[in-house]
């Protein structure tokens, strides 16, 4: 018997007839960790934008483009900054509430479309851990009210 055989013949030894619980615990903590999301119960706060001079369908695209240039490994920085130039904070708050929460993988900075290890995030979230301090700042100097309420 190898070295292998070995260690597995002892861990089902030490397991039992328990080793159908044993399977069960990480399922449920999966289950428990992420019952949000599978019931479609995650919250968003939704921002007020009254007085948005946006429609519903621009502030979708605004939020798919935002979305774009930070889901994939690397951030396209100028696709954020002309695609929030010039709104008003109503306007953001549109596109912030079209944006919604989105699965954000942190060790990758990726996208994380099953939302099995990473965590939803809203699209300030999402800002702050893709762009740089020096990105953020010039953000905050444009766009002061992004990082307010």
């Known amino acids: 018997m190898s070295n292998r055989e070995n ?3 002892k861990i089902l030894r030490i397991l039992g007839n328990n080793w159908k619980a044993v399977l069960l615990i990480p399922i449920l903590v999966f289950l428990w960790n992420f019952k949000d999301r599978l019931l479609g119960t995650e919250k968003l706060k939704t921002l ?3 007085g948005a001079t946006i429609s519903d369908e621009v502030a979708q695209n605004i939020a ?6 930070m889901a994939d490994i690397g951030t396209d920085e100028d696709l954020i900054f ?3 130039r010039g709104l008003s904070k ?11 929460l989105k699965c954000y993988e942190p060790t990758t900075g990726q996208f994380d479309p099953l939302g099995v290890i990473g965590f939803d995030m809203d699209l300030v979230a999402w800002l ?5 301090a020096s990105e953020l700042e010039r953000l905050k100097r444009e766009l002061p009210f992004v990082f307010s309420d």
């Open 7 to 9: 260690i597995i013949d």
């Open 48 to 50: 007020s934008s009254d």
């Open 64 to 69: 798919s483009a935002l979305f774009s240039a």
């Open 82 to 84: 002309s695609s929030l």
């Open 90 to 100: 109503a306007d953001f708050a549109k596109v912030y509430n079209a944006f919604g």
């Open 128 to 132: 702050t851990s893709e762009l740089s």
